[in-house]
Each structure stands twice: as C-alpha cells, then as structure tokens.
C-alpha cells in the first residue's frame, strides 16, 4: 500500500469568502481517487457548510483525476471494497446536496470515478485539452455510469461506457458535458474569470434556481 499517494487538500477562499475552491492534488500526475482521498473530501465540504459560500470549486492537480487507484483496489477485502463504494456514493451525494453551486474545474484526464465526481456538481468548466473517459468496462468492472445516463441519455452514455472509448473536450462540451471549455494557454485567467462571475450572484437566486433545475436538491 506504500504506493498509494497522499493527497494535500487546499482550500482558497475569494471575494469574502463568497468563493471556495477546494484543490485536491497529489504526488501522482494523474491524481488517483484513493479511500483517505474521499474521505478528506467529505471533510473538507462539511468544514465549508458552516461558512455559506455562494460557490464550491473543485480542482485537482495536473489532471482532475484518473479515477480509483487500480492498486489500492487490488488490495482490498471485499468488505473494505463495499465500504470504500459506499463512502464514494456518500461525497457524490454530499457534492450534489450542497448549499452552493458546485463546479469542477478540470484539466488533465477525467476518468471513471473521477469524471463520477464531475459530474457530481452542477457545473464543469475545462481546458480544451481534457480527455474524459469511462474506461471500467476495459478492465472488466462495471461502470459508475448513473449520473451520465441521466446528464447525456441511454444512447450516448452507452456509447461512451460500453467502449470506454475517449472523450475530447469539443466532444463533451458538444454533448452537454461541459459547460465552458477555454483555450488551455487561457485556463487560469478565464476559469478564475467566470468562477468570481458566479461567485458575485446572489446566493438565494443561485439556490433557487438549483432547486428549479434539479428538483430533488434541497
């Protein structure tokens, strides 16, 4: 278990605390998703309900994440590989439950488990150069695909989960994926741009309007 990386959560709060963005990084380029990873998550937004932010970032390293660590998996009994499932069911229901509008901001890969986490929030905004993918079929695991049935529809989520095949930014932007995608030489300065655009709304018209979209929210 000694090459399972550890992660360093950091939390940057702007224009009064109205906006937190919660970096996730790790020594691992891809940035595995990993059992004390979620959670540190979990964590992590609870600490930030009492604070009432109007909007919650997501962002991991070089890469959003590649998904679960295939070899901290392998090394699981099934009894801790159930409650390593259940807790990640746990933080994609926390993300899509919390008081703020959620947005994942991705770069890198985006991949299984971690795309899940993705698409977990309301929002997600990109480099052009991220490449998102449903791979667990590859491998012969079943895929996390719910949320992307219900964001893209039975046909294109089948596409993308029974071939694990790639997918572009253009591409998922072109689906409904992605709701921004910027030039990757303009992704700081644009994705801080619109985050602090967001950050400024009032935070009752964000939530009511969440729970308009999604009505199961609360």
């Keep these: 278990m000694s090459s399972v990386p550890n992660h360093e959560i950091v939390i940057e709060r702007r224009l009064d605390d109205r906006l937190a963005v919660v970096n996730f990084r790790s020594e691992h380029r891809l940035n595995p998703i990993t059992r004390s990873l979620v959670t540190e998550l979990r964590d992590a937004l609870a600490g930030l309900r009492d604070e009432d932010p109007a909007v919650v970032a997501l962002r991991g390293g070089v890469s959003f994440s590649c998904g679960a660590h ?22 994609f229901e926390e993300v899509r439950q919390f008081p703020a509008l959620m947005v994942a901001v991705i770069t890198g890969n985006c991949v299984g488990n971690g795309a899940e986490l993705a698409l977990a929030c309301d929002l997600r905004i990109a480099s052009n150069d991220v490449v ?4 667990e079929v590859l491998i012969g ?20 989960a029974l071939t694990g095949r790639p997918l572009p930014a253009a591409d998922a932007m072109r689906l409904g994926i992605l709701a921004e995608v910027y030039d990757h030489s303009e992704f700081e ?29 609360r």
């Design 70 to 91: 295939i070899g901290e998996l392998g090394a699981l009994s099934p009894a801790e590989l159930d409650a390593f499932v259940a807790d990640e069911l746990e933080l």
């Design 189 to 217: 300065r644009s994705s801080r741009a619109w985050l602090e655009g967001a950050a400024g709304l009032d935070r009752e018209a964000i939530r009511a309007t969440r729970s308009r979209l999604r009505p199961s929210r």
């Design 141 to 160: 695991q079943p895929g996390p695909v719910e949320q992307l049935t219900a964001l893209v529809g039975q046909a294109h989520a089948a596409n993308l």
């Design 132 to 135: 998102m993918s449903w791979p």
